[in-house]
Protein backbone atom coordinates (compact mmCIF):
# COMPACT_ATOMS: atom_id res chain seq x y z
CA UNK A 1 0.00 0.00 0.00
CA UNK A 2 0.92 3.28 -1.07
CA UNK A 3 0.26 6.92 0.95
CA UNK A 4 -2.32 7.38 -1.21
CA UNK A 5 -4.25 4.15 -0.60
CA UNK A 6 -2.54 4.69 3.20
CA UNK A 7 -5.02 8.23 3.03
CA UNK A 8 -8.36 6.94 2.11
CA UNK A 9 -8.14 3.59 4.69
CA UNK A 10 -7.48 6.42 7.32
CA UNK A 11 -10.64 8.60 5.92
CA UNK A 12 -12.93 5.49 5.50
CA UNK A 13 -12.30 4.02 9.19
CA UNK A 14 -12.06 7.61 10.68
CA UNK A 15 -16.30 8.18 8.63
CA UNK A 16 -16.87 4.44 9.60
CA UNK A 17 -16.14 4.44 13.58
CA UNK A 18 -17.45 8.38 13.70
CA UNK A 19 -21.21 7.18 11.72
CA UNK A 20 -20.89 4.26 14.71
CA UNK A 21 -20.49 6.37 17.62
CA UNK A 22 -23.01 8.73 16.07
CA UNK A 23 -25.69 6.30 16.21
CA UNK A 24 -24.61 4.68 19.48
CA UNK A 25 -24.65 8.35 20.63
CA UNK A 26 -28.26 8.86 19.21
CA UNK A 27 -29.92 5.29 21.11
CA UNK A 28 -28.52 6.31 24.15
CA UNK A 29 -29.87 10.30 23.86
CA UNK A 30 -33.21 8.48 22.65
CA UNK A 31 -33.65 6.07 25.57
CA UNK A 32 -33.04 8.68 28.32
CA UNK A 33 -35.44 11.39 26.69
CA UNK A 34 -37.92 8.76 26.49
CA UNK A 35 -37.83 6.02 29.05
CA UNK A 36 -39.25 6.55 32.50
CA UNK A 37 -35.86 5.17 34.54
CA UNK A 38 -33.89 6.90 37.21
CA UNK A 39 -30.71 6.27 36.25
CA UNK A 40 -28.96 5.76 33.03
CA UNK A 41 -25.19 4.18 33.75
CA UNK A 42 -25.16 2.71 30.35
CA UNK A 43 -26.27 5.40 28.26
CA UNK A 44 -23.94 8.02 30.09
CA UNK A 45 -21.19 5.76 29.32
CA UNK A 46 -21.96 5.12 26.30
CA UNK A 47 -22.42 9.09 25.92
CA UNK A 48 -18.61 9.60 28.03
CA UNK A 49 -16.99 7.49 25.31
CA UNK A 50 -18.38 8.87 22.09
CA UNK A 51 -17.33 12.47 23.61
CA UNK A 52 -13.88 11.04 24.17
CA UNK A 53 -14.37 9.79 20.30
CA UNK A 54 -15.41 13.58 19.50
CA UNK A 55 -12.65 14.73 21.41
CA UNK A 56 -9.84 13.22 19.64
CA UNK A 57 -11.28 13.85 16.25
CA UNK A 58 -11.52 17.87 17.55
CA UNK A 59 -7.95 17.20 18.41
CA UNK A 60 -6.92 15.74 15.63
CA UNK A 61 -8.25 18.55 12.98
CA UNK A 62 -6.58 21.20 15.16
CA UNK A 63 -3.31 19.29 15.37
CA UNK A 64 -3.71 19.06 10.90
CA UNK A 65 -4.15 22.63 10.65
CA UNK A 66 -7.84 22.68 10.55
CA UNK A 67 -8.47 24.84 13.28
CA UNK A 68 -12.24 26.42 12.07
CA UNK A 69 -13.40 23.07 11.84
CA UNK A 70 -11.04 21.57 15.50
CA UNK A 71 -12.10 24.64 16.92
CA UNK A 72 -15.81 24.26 16.15
CA UNK A 73 -15.81 20.35 17.10
CA UNK A 74 -14.05 21.03 20.23
CA UNK A 75 -16.93 23.84 20.95
CA UNK A 76 -19.82 21.96 20.16
CA UNK A 77 -18.52 19.17 22.14
CA UNK A 78 -17.75 21.52 25.29
CA UNK A 79 -20.97 22.85 25.31
CA UNK A 80 -23.02 19.45 24.72
CA UNK A 81 -20.94 18.24 27.45
CA UNK A 82 -21.99 20.82 29.78
CA UNK A 83 -26.01 20.32 29.17
CA UNK A 84 -25.49 16.56 29.41
CA UNK A 85 -26.52 16.60 33.10
CA UNK A 86 -29.44 18.51 31.95
CA UNK A 87 -31.12 15.89 29.94
CA UNK A 88 -32.97 13.73 31.52
CA UNK A 89 -36.72 11.53 31.12
CA UNK A 90 -39.49 12.99 29.48
CA UNK A 91 -39.79 16.51 29.72
CA UNK A 92 -37.36 17.19 32.49
CA UNK A 93 -34.86 18.87 30.09
CA UNK A 94 -34.96 22.23 28.33
CA UNK A 95 -35.11 22.78 24.31
CA UNK A 96 -31.38 24.56 24.35
CA UNK A 97 -30.31 21.10 26.02
CA UNK A 98 -31.78 18.84 23.10
CA UNK A 99 -30.78 21.85 20.14
CA UNK A 100 -27.33 21.59 21.61
CA UNK A 101 -27.05 17.80 21.62
CA UNK A 102 -28.60 17.12 17.82
CA UNK A 103 -26.58 20.18 16.59
CA UNK A 104 -23.11 18.51 17.89
CA UNK A 105 -24.24 15.09 16.67
CA UNK A 106 -25.16 16.34 13.16
CA UNK A 107 -22.30 18.16 13.09
CA UNK A 108 -19.80 15.00 13.76
CA UNK A 109 -22.13 13.55 11.04
CA UNK A 110 -21.51 15.51 8.56
CA UNK A 111 -17.59 15.53 9.05
CA UNK A 112 -18.62 11.81 8.86
CA UNK A 113 -20.32 12.32 5.19
CA UNK A 114 -16.93 14.81 4.41
CA UNK A 115 -14.69 12.00 5.06
CA UNK A 116 -16.49 9.38 3.58
CA UNK A 117 -15.93 12.00 0.19
CA UNK A 118 -12.84 12.41 0.47
CA UNK A 119 -12.00 8.64 0.68
CA UNK A 120 -14.15 8.45 -2.21
CA UNK A 121 -12.78 11.21 -4.23
CA UNK A 122 -8.88 9.81 -3.20
CA UNK A 123 -9.90 6.33 -4.36
CA UNK A 124 -10.88 7.16 -7.94
CA UNK A 125 -7.61 9.21 -8.68
CA UNK A 126 -5.00 7.74 -9.87
CA UNK A 127 -1.97 6.54 -7.90
Do not use: C
Not at 46 to 58: Q, R, T
Amino acid sequence: MNSHDDDTARLRRQAIITVVVVALSVAAFDDITTDNATAFPLERTMLAGAAIWFLLVATRLWKQGHRVTGGLSLGLLTIAALVQPTIGPRGASTPFAYLVTVTTLAWFLALAGAWAMSAWRLSRRPA
